[in-house]
């Protein structure tokens, strides 16, 4: 595999709190946690952290982190939080601010710094966009953090489409900076019922997805700042298609009722190539997302180190170059190129 460049679109770090709670700055500074609680929310309540042989913490150190991309015959990694992905449940919006800067700080020091080769996502307190604007500055211009996390989520009862959120997507176009999507948490998405997890892991990631892309492509987001870059990932791909679809009929439908006044159908800024999404590289419809959202949007996402055992990961890569479905080009574009392009890498 060491003729095809690749990058990993969507890694995860595992937070050490003990770690964390050291970078604190500000009326924060010197604040220390009682042991029995974490620094982030619970996802949701289910006990996503009782995995039975799961290795400590250490699994993603830098140097782990290395390791498994050496293994892998990766070129970069793009790391994201894993507890930090309830960051959108945080009720006091002063925490929030106060969290996203020492997670980004203690990020900085602990991998940034360790390599190039792994690079960093910015908690951003969309809480107060003010603050989330000048996080999102702070992390690109002085800790080459590559993008901009937006839980997908989250508490604030509106959705990304909000013109509250219009200064972050203006400094993020202004930077040259994407802005990812990412879910996890299951809460207020309207399946709490549901009695396995099984069920909530089906449904979390997309539901979410779905949500937010109807918010920003019918609220005019991409009509609005048509440089802005936006991912949706860990969700697969299969979905957007369908998305697709139903946001132009409905568009059709509701057109004569109010609403931000499109300039072209709703499928038509997801072909435009500032919509991406990862994909799992087992997905049996690429060729068919692949041709409705364009081969630029598409991007591999290893999630290591969740949901698998260590030694499936990377297993993945060397199927997926053997698929006969997808031509040579759109497996490169896949695995190496829209990341490179999406993340500016």
Known sequence: MASVPIIDADGHILEDNDELEEYFEGPYEGHRRHKVF??????????RGAVKGMKKASQTSPESWLEFIDGAGIEAAVLYPT????????????????????????FHDKYTRKSPRLKGVAILPVHEVPQAVEELRHAVTEQGMVAGLLPAVNI???????????????EAQRLDCPLAIHGAPSQGLGFDYLKTMSMIHTL???IAQMIQMASMVLDGVFDLFPKLKVGYLEAGAGWVPYMMERMDDKFHVDRKRKHFPLKKLPSEYIKEGNVFVTCELDEKILDVVAREMGEDALMY??????EKAVTEFGTDIPEFLERPDLSQGLKQKILYDNAKRFYGI
Do not use: M, V
Not at 38 to 47: A, K, M, Q, V
Not at 156 to 170: A, T
């Open 38 to 47: 974490g620094l982030f929310p619970s996802l949701d309540g289910w006990p």
């Open 156 to 170: 604030l009862n509106k959705g990304f489409g909000h013109s509250d959120f219009h200064p972050l997507y203006e």
């Open 204 to 206: 979390e990631h997309p």
């Open 301 to 306: 996402p290893s999630d290591y180190p969740h």
């Open 83 to 106: 507890a930090g992905l309830s960051f959108g449940l945080i009720q006091d919006s002063d925490w929030a601010c106060a969290l996203a800067r020492a997670y980004n700080n203690w």
